[in-house]
């Protein structure tokens, strides 16, 4: 099953002391046993343009999609067994410590 994961900043990080992860430890660990098919960092939030259409108007806005302190900063695309696998594999992520991870099952609409 296919996951997205948002990788997203946290106002309040884990205070644990230890070392966190290496991310490209993660990374290269998670490519080789194929559960990581994609992944990537985002531009910084002021590089966000939001497109809306309302009554037929397009509108663009500078900026990230909602006002919030939270902030999407990257992605993996996952290929898991069932989401237990999913939420493993985000626990071992750097950002699980330091922000948070947002798992999402990409929907099938072929069923």
């Known amino acids: 099953m296919k996951y997205m994961m948002f990788v997203c900043t946290d106002t309040e990080p884990d205070t644990d002391t230890a070392p966190e992860p290496d991310i490209d430890v993660w990374v290269a660990e998670n490519d080789a046993a194929g559960r990581r098919l994609q992944g990537s960092v985002l ?3 002021a590089a966000a343009t939001t497109v ?16 919030t302190k939270e902030v ?3 992605f993996d695309l996952l290929e898991c067994a069932d989401l237990d696998e999913a939420i493993e594999v985000a626990r071992t992520h750097p950002m699980a410590r330091g922000g948070r991870l947002e798992i999402r099952p990409l929907a099938d609409f072929e069923q």
Do not use: H
Request: glycine share 14%.
């Open 72 to 74: 999407i900063v990257g």
């Open 52 to 67: 809306r259409v309302r009554d037929g108007q397009l509108l663009v806005a500078d900026g990230p999609f909602a006002e």
């Open 43 to 45: 531009a910084p939030k």
